[in-house]
């Protein structure tokens, strides 16, 4: 039998270190823009809103609430076939940003558009790297 591999772990660039840097820390992480006042995520050099540079990193409060959803039942590696089925979801945090992540914590036939959830940090196994996922508010 195969050994299975180890989830993959993120590799912190220049742009994006302090985001997992802040995930390290158990702090969720996104860039504003100083010029039009928009938050963006994920991490770039410059704001997607208005092209200006001048963006800064804040301390999001981790909640907001199920913009979309979809259960996996057939995990895309095999590294991922033991947390099956889990919840792969598109979140809206309250700061006005949508990011990507999997919901823990939950049965997944509970998982509904509009629940309130937050921030919390899964801990990469063989990796000191967190990984910012959400769970019921």
Sequence with gaps: MAEVQAKPVPVPDGISRPYWEGANLGVFRYQRCGACGKAQFYARSVCVHCQATDLQWHKAAGTGRIASFSVIHRAPIASFAAD?????????????????????????????????????????????????????A
Excluded: H, K
């Design 84 to 136: 099956t089925p889990y919840v792969l979801a598109l979140v809206d945090l309250d700061e006005g940003l949508r990011f990507m992540c999997n919901v823990l914590r939950c049965d997944p036939a509970q998982v509904r558009i509009g629940m309130p959830v937050r921030v919390c940090f899964e801990l990469r196994p063989g990796s000191e790297q967190r990984i910012p996922q959400v769970e019921p």
